[in-house]
């Protein structure tokens, strides 16, 4: 493989010329944003080397599907805008780009033009990443990843092998579901809610198949409690939460035995909330849907059956029956019971019914039986009622081998870690698991004791792959460890974009391979993700016939004032915004915009009309509001340049209350435009922030004193620094434009270097921020004090504050101690140029806490955003 790698150059202190004759009022953006972006592009691919506090900002990787679609393009500006901010911010930035490159996709791809899947992929790869290049997202080429890279997943087999060790993977035949036309296992996440799968849309079926099976219920638990401490995660979390399901059973995986004596390869995955149970029981009841029922002769659904099987209960020595049949409480979400004939009525009618004598009682004790369960690589673990172990083997070709070997002696073998990787052979043909027929790859020696063997011939489930990408960037080129020591410092990262629809799933699995390489040493975080941007859809037009819901093509609509009618019929149509897709016309090829819009319009488009998570129209017209924007700010340079070059260094400054005005339009847009994308990540209301400090300096560019004035000179310039992370390539060329001019405070400024190489503005020590106080999360009030003063704040004086001076929450910790309350806890969070946050933890319900608070407001208390 031929690695393409456009390492990133780190800036030198330079300043570079403007493109256009400023000043000239007859410059229109529409006119030169193509000339502009080609004269900065270059120049903007260049990284900061800064040394302050590190940023790991991490957008989803892509599937190499070919071409970059629209929401691509989203998901990536988002991630570069705060990339670029928290590099102007002097963090070292972390902002890598890889590819999510093994997968069913490719190998159907493949085998439809007859090529191997492999060129392929890489052959996307190119396109895809060029395209990338194109959208002036800014990536550290350097650290660029391929899941199908054998330097990668390498470490992907590592991780599997390490699994096995400590006795989380297990080999056993389990019900899966099955796509039957492209005739592999399904992941949940792959079947749409008809039960289609994603790429075939054949119905899915229920299999039973032999399956590798990472054991994530053990984590079951870790997982869910480690929600609590996550406190950016807000919906994400209430969706793993929902996923996982409540932790209050324990988990048994039980050896079944067939009606000739024999151990299966499958057991019965029981979830008891009482252990002692194994000690008591008779019998075990599986419902008729479990999959150990289809092994039933022929019986009516309603049917009672005595299956051909037995449980060994480890606990007692005994075999029990395994009976089919619904009667009985089985519990929430659970397929599988114990049953007693002597506590039960209904279990002891169903005994009498198919002849089930009692069974030998034992007697121990709940912790000695979770210690025999665990001792005996059983379960005995606390675990959700809900939640299944991954299935993580795919009967495919293009996918990570997985690294056993099956020897006829030893069983079930690892490859050691110096024989990593296993490498995956050519075939000649793809489809299916087609890995048997590269025989000289398939037959091997036992690592053990060097019998003939054979490899396994499944691949890892693509989620696998991703599980745990985000920490092979930090060190990419490390052919010794999967992460050395230094570069897992970089962990956790501080904020992961990505779409909504990954927040069950590959959330989960990411989180669980996280926490076991914190158990294994190998990082010092147990959680990877900070901060979860989750990213909304973008919806485009769609025109419909009312009466037969068909679609009509974009270029067959002609509109007439606000309605839209079929060129051809004369049909009214109705228009609606819809998820892209071919059927319906309405797909947006972000190539396309670049063509018509340039990169930096596109970009604002992108994040302008709506939050991050939210969904996004996308019409014909949205870069009218832009333009518009634009024009202003070219206006108020053009005037500024021009008023700067008359007066130079003879002037009488500005009125106190012009320069007043000003200074605290400054404080307040810059502190407005900080908080919305360090601390909440909503770009839309940074851009309406920005365009908000436009218009204030528009009112007043004819003023005279504009030219006169510092802290007007000082809002310009900050809007233009402010701007470079979504517009990088304008702001560049304004920022050149501003250097033609003498400025009133120069050293304010480093004037000597491009925008990107500028610090990003600070408010005033005397600007007012907020001191906020909650209790429980819940806001008692606020109080507005000077930035310096909240910043130096201790516990013990934000509480003084707020008690005493803080007026809201001061009443309110008055009338909490009236009622006999005390204070659990306090802590207090700095939010730098932005707020100061008292968190106050008491015994009180939340409704409690609010009508403390309505006593002395009107108005209801609000959750802490």
Sequence with gaps: MVRLCRRLLYCQASTSKALLPWPDKNIVLRAQVKNIEAHWKPKLQNLRKNTGPKKYILSMFPYPSGNLHIGHARVYTISDILARYFEMRGCQVIHPMGWDAFGLPAENAAIERKLDPKVWTYRNIETMREQLLQTGCRFDWDREIFTCDPAFYKWTQWIFVELFKKGLLRRQLTEVNFDPVDNTVLAAEQIDPDGRSWRSGALAEKRLLEQWLVQTTKYAKALLDGLDHLEHWEQVADIQRNWIGKCDVYAFHLPLIDNKGNQMIQTLDLRLSD???????????????????????DAPSDTDVLLNVSLLNVFTGQHLPVVASDKGEFGEFLNARLASMHTCETDKALADQLRISPSSKKSLGRDQILSIAQEQGVGGYITSRKLLDWVVSRQRYWGTPIPIVHCGKCGVVPVPENSLPVVLPHVDSVGGSTLKSATEWYNTSCPSCGSPAHRETDTLDTFFDSSWYYLRYLDPHNQQQLISKSAAQNMPVDVYVGGIEHAAVHIFFARFISHFLYDLGVTTTKEPFEFLLPQGIIRGQTFRVPSTGEYVRKEQVESKSSDYFDKKTGTQLEMVYEKMSKSRYNGVDPMDVLRNDGIDLMRLQLVENAAPKS???????????LEKWFARIFYIVNVYIEKRQALGGNFKPASDAFEA???ESFNYFVRMVSGMLEIFHLHNTAVSRLQGLTNAMRKCADDDAMGRSKEYERCLHGLIIML??????????????????????PNLWKKDQDVWMQDWPSIDPHASIDFAVLVNEVSIGRHRMPRQAVEQLT?????????????????????????????????????PQFEAVLNLTVDMAEDDIQELVKKRSKKPAKKSV
């Design 724 to 745: 470079s992370p979504f517009a990088p390539h304008i702001a560049a060329e304004l920022w050149a434009a501003l250097r033609q001019a003498p400025a009133i405070q």
């Design 615 to 625: 969904a996004r129209n996308w019409g014909d017209d949205d870069t009218r509001g």
């Design 795 to 831: 516990i013990e004086s934000a509480m003084k504050i707020a008690e005493s001076e803080a007026q809201g929450p001061a009443d309110w910790l008055k009338r909490f101690r009236a009622t006999g309350g005390h204070i659990k806890s306090s802590s207090l969070r700095h939010r």
């Design 661 to 663: 005005s000003f200074n």
């Design 275 to 297: 252990p002692e149970q194994l000690t008591s029981c008779d019998f075990v009841v599986v419902k008729r849907s479990h999959s150990l029922a289809k092994t039933a002769p």
